[in-house]
Every structure is written in C-alpha cells, then in structure tokens.
C-alpha cells in the first residue's frame, strides 16, 4: 500500500519567505508527527497531532513555526519568515494508534530538503 | 548532556564483518528503544524494537539494552553491503510518543 507522502522533495526559499510543506499519511492513522533533521543530526520532534488536534508542539523552535490538520488526515507544516538555521530536512511519520497508548511503529516520509538562502 | 548520545563515525567493514552500534542514553524513564535504518535521502525507516532490557534478535541483526548502564546495542552479523547506511537509535518514555533520536551512526559496508 501506499506510504507517506511528503511535497515538496526539495524547497528553495530566499531568507524571509513564507513556506509550506506538506503531509500525506498513511490513510487510517491517527497519530502525526513532525519531525526537523538537519544535517548529520538524528531527527528533532517539532509537534504532534491525534486525528486534527495538535496535542504537543513543545518542539517547534519559534513562533515562526506552524502545523495544522484540519481534517485529520493531510497535515501542513508552514514556516513565516524563513531563516538559515531553518534549512533542514523536514520528516513526517505517522502511527496507527494515539500517542501512549500501545508501541507502535511510526512510519517515516522522505522528507521535504528546505534550503534557505 | 544531550538525552542520547552516538558516535557518529564514520564506520567501514568488509562484507561479512561483525558490526557492533552502539547508544548511550541519560534518562533512565526510558522503556522502549528502538533502532531505525535510513538509507541516504530517505525517511528513517524501523529495524528493531526492544522493551525494557534484554536482547532481542532478528535474522542478522541482534538488539541489546542494559537499563543499568543505560547503554544500548545493535549487532549486524554478516554484513552486506546493502547494510550501508544511518542507524539512530530512538529510545522512548513512553509507547507510541514522540522519538528522540541518537545523532545516527555512519556504516559503510564493501564489497
């Protein structure tokens, strides 16, 4: 079956540009997350969605940063503003079950490469 | 100190070598550790899951935790070279949250 998606692949922004990039889960599941990976970093959580309440977003790094899923299913992360240290690679993964309940295998997107210049 | 530390090599061997990835981590609330593999331009993908200590094997892979030096493990026997890529260990506090990844260990593995 199909997996996540994510577009754009790749992003090029000039520094103070709006950006927005988005997530398609796997259909049925419930949890989403974000997560920002820069380079030769492991993956930073950034937010967290059950269905299209965003219940944790402890780990976006300014007020520059916003995630939405309105419907519970597509998500789209924007970035106002956009600065260097933003030029990351930002993942998506999504989770059949809520977030505590039972481990579960959170499975990844691509990516979206965001290069700010 | 960060909650998870990696050496993040890089680490090369010659097809059929033990490899041996190691993770150690601060948090001694941590009950899940898990092993994702992420092969380059790609999304992380999951390899091995482990709860609480032990060793938990898969075909040529073995995961190992030992909660009491906080210290985790990944052995890859014969390795191929298919096996090059990003190993990062996540461990978690709880089922199903939010992942904190190690900074991913480098392997190369030739031919």
């Known amino acids: 079956g199909a997996g996540v998606s994510q577009s754009p692949r790749y992003k090029v922004a000039k520094r103070g540009q709006d950006v927005a990039l988005r997530c398609d889960p796997i259909?049925?599941?419930?949890?989403l997350f974000w997560y920002q990976q820069a380079l030769g970093q492991g993956p930073e959580f950034l937010t967290y969605?059950?269905?299209?309440?965003?219940?944790?977003k402890s780990g976006l790094p300014s007020d520059r940063f916003f995630a939405e899923r309105p419907e519970g299913s597509v998500s789209t992360l924007k970035i106002q503003r956009t600065q260097q240290e933003d030029s990351a690679v930002y993942l998506c993964a999504s989770s059949l079950v809520v977030w505590g309940a039972v481990q579960e295998t959170q499975y990844f997107g691509p990516g979206t490469r965001l290069l700010v210049l | 100190q960060k909650e998870v530390e990696q050496d993040p090599g890089p680490l090369s061997v010659p097809e059929g070598a033990i490899v041996s990835l190691n993770c150690t981590y601060s948090n001694s609330a941590f009950q899940y550790f898990m092993w994702y593999r992420q092969y380059s331009r790609k999304g992380p993908e999951l390899l091995m899951y482990t709860y609480s200590s032990g060793n938990k094997e898969d075909g040529r892979f073995t995961a190992q935790v030992d909660k009491s030096s906080k210290y985790i493990s990944l052995f890859i026997r014969d390795s191929q070279p298919s096996d090059s890529a990003t190993y990062l260990c996540?461990?978690?506090?709880?089922?199903?949250?939010?992942?904190?990844f190690g900074k991913g260990t480098t392997l190369s593995v030739s031919s």
């Open positions: 969605f059950q269905n299209e309440a965003q219940l944790d």
């Open positions: 259909s049925g599941h419930v949890s």
């Open positions: 996540a461990p978690s506090r709880q089922a199903g949250t939010a992942l904190i």
